[in-house]
């Protein structure tokens, strides 16, 4: 590995090394992935003499920025919502994944959504712990995983909890979260992906953001509400940023796996659950659906045998179903009127609190 390339390694499972020297794409990931920035000895491989190293499984991507008309030999290319343009190949090489991409700026956080995310998610199945599509708050060594399909309101529960409780709950993840044996949860420290609706449950969080941020933030708003909600493009921000002072843990005791619903109702609505089939086949299905985009680029370029995705479903099958074993289930209700942060704040803090009455010291 390069001095120059940047590494991350995820809790000693797996690692990314992105090796460029485009200023943009090193900002990009330095911002997204920096609280799991390392050196490169986790990754080197073991001496055999006590020394560092861990061999581990990685992800090794290779960008170079350029404004792309066709696709150079060898690669295949891909358009995202007019703006996002790359070229790109992929090969497993002993359970690690070579990526090499050229593209525009535009490309550079399409290329993390969509093919590097969804890797490290299969590797992370490899070596037995699920990357879930799930926000998370932790307080006293505990942590609540808030689990739906994308505008289940994630987000907004786990915003609203933190602003609203009398406990100090702090970020676990932005939008997924590690689940290894145990049950543990760890922390994946990505920005969050802020979209403009939050602020309106939320004014105070306007005050943490700079007036270049607020602008972008409201014109992506008016975009997405012009769209149908097709584009949602975000304003990435870390986690500290916008909750000051909360420490986030890097791993935690998970009190609660909680699927979220809307209903008819005028308060939320909390419910323990027995779970079965149901709930597994719906986590599995909401987990590969976040991975559509992936599915269909890996099926473009040859990069995914049969064999590899067949095996990667029954991983997080058997993940799922230990996950539901082991973590107690709820089912959340929310309202699916229009309300204000006033009224469904509070409620929501009350129930959550009541409910998971651990100390902060815990």
């Known amino acids: 590995m390069a001095e120059t390339d940047l590494f991350f390694s995820f809790h000693h499972i797996a690692a990314l090394v992105v090796d460029t020297s485009d200023p943009l794409a090193r900002e990009f990931f330095q911002a997204e992935y920096g609280p799991h920035l390392g050196t490169g000895r986790e990754y080197a491989p073991s001496t055999g003499n006590g020394s560092e190293g861990g061999d581990l499984p990685r992800i090794h991507l290779r960008f170079r920025r350029a404004e792309l008309f066709a696709a150079p030999a060898g690669y295949v290319d891909h358009v995202h919502k007019l703006a996002a343009r790359w070229a790109y190949r992929a090969v497993w090489h002993a359970g690690n994944l070579e990526l090499d991409?050229?593209?525009n700026r535009f490309s550079i956080p399409m290329i993390h959504h969509m093919l590097v995310h969804p890797s490290?998610?299969?590797?992370?199945?490899n070596r037995g712990v699920l990357l879930l599509h799930a926000g998370a708050v932790s307080c006293g060594g505990?942590?609540?995983?808030?689990?739906?399909?994308g505008g289940a309101g994630k987000t907004t529960t786990t915003a609203l909890l933190m602003a609203y409780s009398a406990k100090q709950w702090a970020p676990h993840a932005d939008d997924y979260t590690f689940l290894g044996p145990g049950p543990v949860s760890l922390a994946y420290l990505t920005r969050s992906h802020l979209y403009f609706d939050l602020l309106r449950w939320i004014p105070a969080l306007k005050h943490h953001l700079s007036r270049g941020e607020w602008i972008r933030l409201a014109i992506l708003g008016r975009v997405r509400s012009w769209s149908g909600d097709r584009i949602k493009w975000p304003?990435?921000?870390?986690?500290?940023?916008l909750w000051p002072g909360r420490t986030a843990r890097l791993q935690a005791?998970?009190?609660g796996l909680i699927f979220l619903r809307r209903g008819n109702i005028d308060r939320p609505l909390l419910e323990l659950q027995q779970p079965g089939e149901a709930?597994?086949?719906e986590l599995l299905k909401m987990n590969f659906y976040e991975a559509r985009h992936y599915l269909a680029l890996m099926a473009k370029c040859g990069g995914l045998d049969p064999d590899r995705l067949d095996n990667w479903r029954r991983k997080e099958m058997d993940l799922i179903d230990r996950a539901l074993q082991e973590i107690p289930v709820y089912r959340l209700t929310l309202p699916d009127r229009r309300i204000t942060a006033a009224e469904f704040g509070p409620h929501l803090a009350e129930i959550l609190d009541g409910r998971f009455a651990f100390s902060e010291e815990d």
């Open 253 to 255: 005791n998970p009190a």
């Open 101 to 103: 991409c050229i593209g």
């Open 235 to 241: 304003v990435r921000l870390p986690l500290t940023r």
């Open 120 to 125: 490290l998610r299969l590797l992370c199945a």
């Open 142 to 149: 505990h942590s609540l995983l808030f689990t739906g399909q």
């Open 279 to 281: 709930e597994r086949d």
